[in-house]
């Protein structure tokens, strides 16, 4: 990952990667912006092979479909693994937390526990590829960790937690709803809700955006407050001045600066099992988008065999600063691909001069 600072015409650019990599220094000759072309770099996502998660020594393997992600779920300064499984065998979507037992930077995975509701197991009907799409979020302002999960049938259930940050316990669920006051209906996207919290238009508040089976992605921005949000209206993530639709269906979207421009982008999976980065062409608070550009790990682009439904989440998973991708999927496994340090040379020529790059150890 490179972060690029530019101190005037003539002046020079600071690029800082791990420690190892040393200081790097870009010097430029004559650089004149408003003659220079627009120079559009790759996702910051440089991933190495692909691993399976383990737990007790076994790879992971969950009741139909998997959907991991990865968060501190008892505070301990540890990120822990949460993956939404199903349908299981009555039709149920249940969330998985594999505590880690291991370091911050050697995550270990021993056995698991099923978040719980109401005194039993969280759980919501679930169908054919979809069990439980869980994210974490702090939904209601109260500084506890609650549950968004997102089901088959286009729907999304807020489950709110009544236990402690430490010891999370969720109550029996609530539909999120959109629309003008007095008239609210329950969010459906249709089938397959992907969700997940991010601000989309930079106001301060939380917003929804959730992917569907027909592939497109639906926005629901925030018109109450970050502790009582309110939607009013589903608009949707725009591609050349239509509705990005995502190919082969089943988008799930992960929303982050994957190019290093300061803007967020779109990065999802598909009923192909392949990874999608849409670099923003718009504004940080304005996104659109123009095309995509598919994942590669180790050289490859990311497809998982068959039509697994993959179903990214990004991360840190060792804290060594690289970003690292989980893709749940069709086998119930965890499918991991860990981010690799950039080469620490390279040369850049355009118009307006010449731009050379020299590592100093």
Known sequence: MWQMLYFGVGGEFVARASEKMGRIVLLLSVLVPIMAPRVVFGSLLNLGAEQLVQAGGSAISVTGYSVPSYVDWNKDGRKDLVVGEGPDFFGMGKVRVYLNSGTASNPEFTDYVYAQSGGGDLAVPAS????????????????????????????VACFTNTGSDTNPTFDGGTMLQVGAAGSKVNIDVGSRATSTVVDWDNDGLKDLVIGALDGRIGVFLNEGTNSEPDFVAETF???????????SGRSSPVIADLDGD???????????GQLLFYSNVGTNAAPIFSGYTLIEADGIAIDLAGTPRSRPFLCDWTGDGNLDV????????????????????????????????????
């Not at 993530?237 to 190919?247: C, F, I, K, M, T």
């Not at 300061?262 to 192909?272: A, H, I, Q």
Request: net charge negative; glycine share 16%.
């Open 128 to 155: 054919a590829c979809q069990g439980a799409f869980a994210r974490v979020s702090y939904w209601d302002g109260d500084s506890l960790k609650d549950l968004l999960v997102g089901r088959s049938d286009g729907t």
């Open 326 to 361: 989980l893709i749940g999927a069709q086998d119930g496994q965890v499918h991991l691909y860990q981010g690799v340090p950039e080469p620490a040379t390279i040369c850049l020529i355009g118009l307006g001069g010449l731009a050379l790059l020299r590592r100093q150890r």
């Open 262 to 272: 300061g803007m967020k982008d779109v990065l999802t999976g598909n009923t192909n």
């Open 237 to 247: 993530v725009q591609e050349d001045g239509s509705n990005l639709v995502v190919p």
